[in-house]
T-cell receptor, first 110, second 114 residues
């Protein structure tokens, strides 16, 4: 099974700080997705990265796909309380399989 | 357009009972996948249905089953419930297979087994 390890598992920071979440695997993925899940809701897709080395920016969020397509990172600049939630990465192996990471629970304290 | 709808949102069952959860996908989506989410194990894949056929199955016992109807609506069933089955069950839909398409999650069904 393709195992996606996320680190850290828990992160509590003050508003305005920067942070990085990592998603690592020994498997190669055709694409990698990041989701955010808020309490009481299902995960919502933030971004999909496809090309090794690809960097995508979504306002204060920067996503990077590793050159070898085995890992990814999510960097948040100047975190806000609205960023609080569970962040999940998910790797796809072709069109038929999607594997979710272990999750990072972020709390941003006002 | 309407999102993915799951029913019921909350339910409490007793050990040994069975439960059926329902998922209505986004109109036009043909793939429905199911996931179990718990604090200890995270988000785990149960199975995917596409065009009424189970295409993938996760590492869960045979007590967990599902089906998909011709209108793409899906149900999952858990028989002989155990305390460890208490979890948030999420359904997601996509136009095509889950690896190659964006998937959209419902809000989930919270199952508590007592």
């Amino acid at each position: 099974t393709q195992l996606l390890e996320q680190s850290p598992q828990f992160l509590s920071i003050q508003e305005g700080e920067n942070l990085t979440v990592y998603c690592n695997s020994s498997s190669v993925f055709s694409s990698l997705q990041w989701y955010r899940q808020e309490p009481g809701e299902g995960p919502v897709l933030l971004v999909t990265v496809v090309t090794g080395g690809e960097v995508k920016k979504l306002k204060r969020l920067t996503f990077q796909f590793g050159d070898a397509r085995k890992d990814s990172s999510l960097h948040i600049t100047a975190a806000q309380p609205g960023d609080t939630g569970l962040y999940l990465c998910a790797g796809a192996t072709g069109a038929n399989n999607l594997f979710f990471g272990t999750g990072t629970r972020l709390t941003v304290i006002p | 357009k309407a999102g993915v709808t799951q029913t019921p949102r909350y339910l409490i069952k007793t050990r040994g009972q069975q439960v059926t959860l329902s998922c209505s996908p986004i109109s036009g989506h043909r793939s429905v996948s199911w996931y179990q989410q718990t604090p200890g194990q995270g988000l785990q894949f149960l199975f995917e249905y596409f065009s009424e056929t189970q295409r993938n199955k996760g590492n869960f016992p045979g007590r967990f089953s599902g089906r998909q109807f011709s209108n793409s609506r899906s149900e999952m069933n858990v028989s002989t419930l155990e305390l460890g089955d208490s979890a948030l069950y999420l359904c997601a839909s996509s136009f095509g297979r889950i690896g190659g398409n964006t998937i959209y999650f419902g809000e989930g069904s919270w199952l508590t087994v007592v």
